[in-house]
């Protein structure tokens, strides 16, 4: 009897040591701690979770991130060095945009034809680069709302015989790459195009007399001629022509946030300060 209460009772043990093994892991102290750290964990959890939905919908229009800008900082007054610097007129307005937006800028300088892959393959935001809207532009690119007006322009040399954009017939002109006036002097009847990836090297050729002119947005050509001696601007406009920012096809997110930053800045007088500013340092 003592050995069937014994063997009965070595029995009940096992079955009590066996039920506590297999229960175990529900007794863990994990739910409490997995509660826990959810709750500790649910704001940043639900902002990492908004932080994607915006980054899906368009990466760079989520607000407190980054705005990368891409441009040619060979293009006075609208971006060029200064003490090592990017400044410039699409500088500061592509700054106030960017506070407009809650966001931090950064600008990336490149040769002016590579800026529209840029934002066609998503290596920056945006492209500002007192680019001007073309059809053929617009066939790659979005464009925002115009924030300023030029023309394209012809820079001789003083003692040139050319005093119009007939008499660029059969001459030499140098453009920088990519550009408007690249496309302009390309029209021209017989003219040889010469293309520099910098508008100040076709002015330097123009003063060595490798060229006869230079075909160029006029505000930077009031800025090589007044730094510049020996060379003048033709009175005869060969454009008229409208700049506004280049973004990539179909992110019409981030189209609608920047035309709404640029029609306050406008309302403010913001971009005729910033326009002003940098045309009266010239």
Known sequence: ??????????????????????????????????????????????????????????????????????????????????????????????????????????????AFDAIIPAVTSGKADFGAAGMTVTEERQRSVEFTDTYANSNQVAIVKEDSDITGSDALAGKIIGVQLGTTGDALATEIKDATVERYNKGLEAVQS????????????????????????????????????????????????????????IKELKEEGKIDEIVAKYMDAE
């Open 206 to 261: 123009l003063t060595q007399g490798k060229i006869d002119a230079v075909v160029i947005d006029q505000a930077t050509a009031e800025a090589f001629v007044k730094k510049t001696e020996g060379i003048k601007i033709l009175e005869e406009k060969m454009s008229e022509e409208e700049y506004a920012i280049a973004i990539k096809k179909g992110n019409m997110e981030l189209v609608e946030k920047m035309n709404e930053a």
């Open 1 to 110: 009897m003592k050995k069937q209460i014994l063997a009965l009772s070595m029995a009940a043990l096992m079955a009590a040591a066996l039920t506590a093994c297999s229960s175990k892991p529900a007794e863990t102290a994990a739910p409490e701690t997995t509660q826990a750290q959810t709750a500790e964990a649910a704001p940043e959890t639900e902002g990492e979770t908004a932080e994607a939905s915006e980054e899906a919908t368009g990466g760079a229009e989520a607000a407190g991130g980054t705005l990368v800008m891409a441009t040619n900082a060979e293009f006075p007054p609208y971006e060029y060095y200064e003490d090592g610097d990017i400044v410039g007129i699409d500088v500061e307005i592509a700054k106030a945009i960017a506070a407009k937006l809650g966001m931090e800028l950064q600008i990336e300088d490149m």
